[in-house]
């Protein structure tokens, strides 16, 4: 025992001493394998000879390296192009006061939402923000007039009128609901150009009445563009949201967690569900039950 302490002691003192053990728990990941291919070629395989004569050059793959994803930039401009949208009404309401470790530029979560709005050039902006007020008018009658407005101290607000008993109030951000902050975002999100759009979980703080309406909305929004039309994915466990008719089995991924990674499997691949729909089922009379976690009635037992 005396032997072990004593080691234990020396190893200690290395430790604090030569701060480069501790390194060696802080291993960047390295590159196993990268390998991009075009139709039937294959343009790039990965570790190659220049990455064994450098092993630093591991640390980073060739799609996120400009000098060397030259062959396949497409995939890079796509990836890029991807916009996550998922406003928390807190960050946003504390937008004026929130600074986060490292100043993120167009946050998705909403610290620098407005910043954003305000760079967006004026007559876009005016006219997204006029096509979101008409569309938020439906779920909350009361506000109108949605714009920018600066106050006396220098700071940007979005800004409501409410219509109140007899006259109209003056209220921002720090005001609204939790589900209208959302639905703000979902809507900035879908008038906007670019590509892919991303939302995760959109139906939280939205009355499920609206849930069910939200996937015709984004399919209307998208049919009325001029311009390009976004490629909208989805995560949900809302049964309300995959209630409408429209959605097409063959647009509904089940996710499926194992020990190994998540399984992807396309909702119509599955026979039963497939079996289901075609009998006029919707997605969610089929799918929300196959992807329900399992050994849930052993809650009911927990002591």
């Given at each position: 025992?005396?032997?072990?302490?004593?080691?234990?002691?020396?190893?200690?003192?290395?430790?604090?001493?030569?701060?480069?053990?501790?390194?060696?728990?802080?291993?960047p990941p390295?590159?196993?394998?990268?390998?991009?291919?075009?139709?039937?070629?294959k343009i790039?395989?990965?570790?190659?000879?220049?990455?064994?004569?450098?092993?630093?050059?591991?640390?980073?793959?060739?799609?996120?390296?400009?000098?060397?994803?030259?062959?396949?930039?497409?995939?890079?401009?796509?990836?890029?192009?991807?916009?996550?949208?998922?406003?928390?009404?807190?960050?946003?309401?504390?937008?004026?006061?929130?600074?986060?470790?490292?100043?993120?530029?167009?946050?998705?979560?909403?610290?620098?939402?407005?910043?954003?709005?305000?760079?967006?050039?004026?007559?876009?902006?005016?006219?997204?923000?006029?096509?979101?007020?008409?569309?938020?008018?439906?779920?909350?009658?009361?506000?109108?007039?949605?714009?920018?407005?600066?106050?006396?101290?220098?700071?940007?607000?979005?800004?409501?009128?409410?219509?109140?008993?007899?006259?109209?109030?003056?209220?921002?951000?720090?005001?609204?609901?939790?589900?209208?902050?959302?639905?703000?975002?979902?809507?900035?999100?879908?008038?906007?150009?670019?590509?892919?759009?991303?939302?995760?979980?959109p139906e939280?703080?939205?009355?499920?009445?609206?849930?069910?309406?939200?996937?015709?909305?984004?399919?209307?929004?998208?049919?009325?563009?001029?311009?390009?039309?976004?490629?909208?994915?989805?995560?949900?466990?809302?049964?309300?949201?995959?209630?409408?008719?429209?959605?097409?089995?063959?647009?509904?991924?089940?996710?499926?967690?194992?020990?190994?990674?998540?399984?992807?499997?396309?909702?119509?691949?599955?026979?039963?569900?497939?079996?289901?729909?075609?009998?006029?089922?919707?997605?969610?009379?089929?799918?929300?039950?196959?992807?329900?976690?399992?050994?849930?009635?052993?809650?009911?037992?927990?002591?």
């Amino acid at each position: 025992i005396l032997l072990c302490s004593f080691f234990l002691i020396i190893l200690i003192r290395f430790w604090i001493r030569y701060p480069i053990f501790n390194r060696l728990w802080d291993i960047p990941p390295k590159l196993k394998q990268e390998e991009v291919w075009k139709q039937e070629k294959k343009i790039l395989s990965r570790p190659n000879k220049d990455d064994k004569k450098d092993y630093a050059r591991l640390n980073q793959t060739a799609l996120e390296q400009v000098y060397a994803n030259v062959t396949f930039r497409e995939i890079f401009d796509f990836l890029g192009n991807i916009l996550y949208l998922h406003l928390v009404p807190q960050l946003l309401r504390g937008s004026n006061t929130y600074t986060p470790l490292k100043k993120i530029k167009m946050d998705a979560y909403g610290s620098d939402f407005i910043s954003w709005l305000v760079k967006t050039p004026q007559w876009k902006r005016e006219s997204q923000l006029k096509r979101i007020e008409d569309i938020l008018k439906l779920a909350v009658p009361q506000l109108e007039g949605l714009k920018l407005v600066t106050d006396k101290d220098g700071v940007t607000h979005l800004f409501w009128k409410e219509k109140g008993w007899n006259k109209y109030s003056n209220v921002n951000e720090n005001q609204l609901s939790d589900g209208t902050i959302r639905l703000l975002g979902i809507l900035w999100g879908l008038t906007s150009t670019g590509g892919p759009l991303v939302f995760e979980e959109p139906e939280l703080s939205l009355h499920p009445g609206f849930v069910k309406k939200l996937v015709p909305l984004m399919y209307r929004i998208q049919s009325l563009k001029k311009s390009r039309r976004r490629q909208i994915i989805l995560s949900t466990h809302s049964s309300d949201l995959l209630s409408d008719e429209g959605i097409d089995g063959c647009e509904v991924l089940l996710l499926y967690p194992s020990i190994e990674g998540t399984r992807v499997q396309i909702a119509t691949e599955n026979e039963e569900i497939k079996a289901l729909l075609e009998a006029d089922m919707t997605p969610a009379e089929t799918v929300i039950q196959h992807t329900k976690p399992e050994g849930l009635e052993k809650l009911n037992l927990l002591k």
